[in-house]
């Protein structure tokens, strides 16, 4: 089975200014359609060759020419061609004149409304972890590596994982309930998103403190790791003090540390930020 993408996602090619929206790095796409069963995940180049082939010119040249399928399935929303005028409908007669079967998915629903990209980046951009848990199908995951930040959590007693998350898209800035995964491991974590404005602001970091080992035992620097959300427990706010802090974090801690006893983590997908050729 292959699974055809396009990287960059059209909508960053032609709108390249448009606020982060992506759910999934490609890595990380990589590994989710390998975890469904997909032999061969196919990231396409879009250019602007591909994005002035007409809807036809697609299907002979791109499906047909390069992957010669017996079965084309897309979902009830794809638009493809220039201009976006091919239609499930179009690829479906496309389809029939060439002897291919087609089928289109229809959407799918939840809690009475349709399941859709757009729909959890809502989610994730209001912190609603959970709704965006159930509507993916596994926690939304941050992937990319550990680097060294200003050590300042190791003196507050607090020693954290700094990532430097490869996507855009994040949640607001908070307190979360987190796996930090790496090494096959899935460490229980909380985790802050945010500036740290008690300690003057400035850019956004994540940061990610090991429940085991208080701290101890993360992934040294340039490791590669996913952070796996489940949970929002607060705002980030500006403490007045280092001693209102701490006792803030060891709150933190306490909420977090209740919240993981009862998650079973089985619908995480393990191993979304290995390192892996992704080819188009």
Request: aromatic content about 8%; overall charge neutral; proline content about 7%.
């Amino acid at each position: 089975m292959v699974a055809l993408t396009f990287e960059p996602h059209p909508v960053q090619f032609f709108r390249p200014e448009h606020p982060p929206f992506r759910l999934a790095v490609p890595v990380q796409k990589y590994h989710l359609l390998r975890a469904c069963g997909v032999d061969y995940p196919l990231f396409l180049s879009f250019d602007r060759t591909l994005a002035d082939l007409d809807g036809e010119r697609f299907v002979r040249e791109i499906l047909v020419e390069t992957l010669a399928p017996s079965l084309v399935v897309v979902g009830y929303d794809f638009n493809f061609g220039k201009g976006r005028l091919g239609t499930p409908a179009s690829l479906r007669a496309s389809c029939l004149r060439l002897d291919i079967q087609a089928r289109v998915v229809h959407p799918f629903r939840w809690e009475g409304e349709i399941v859709s990209s757009s729909r959890i980046r809502h989610a994730i951009r209001d912190g609603a972890l959970p709704k965006a848990r159930a509507l993916l199908g596994r926690p939304y995951a941050l992937v990319g590596q550990v680097v060294e930040g200003e050590h300042r959590g190791r003196t507050l007693g607090f020693p954290t994982a700094n990532v430097r998350p490869a996507n855009d898209l994040l949640p607001p800035h908070g307190v979360y309930v987190t796996y930090l995964e790496t090494g096959g491991r899935l460490i229980r974590s909380v985790t802050n998103i945010g500036i740290r404005p008690t300690f003057g602001g400035g850019e956004v970091t994540v940061e990610s403190f090991a429940l085991e080992g208080r701290g101890e035992g993360v992934p040294g620097y340039g490791q590669p790791v996913a952070l796996h959300l489940l949970e929002r427990i607060r705002s980030e706010i500006r403490f007045d003090s280092s001693e209102q802090l701490v006792r803030q974090i060891e709150r933190d801690v306490s909420q977090g540390e209740q919240v993981l006893r009862e998650d079973a983590a089985t619908d995480i997908v393990r191993g979304v930020f290995e390192p892996v050729d992704v080819r188009w």
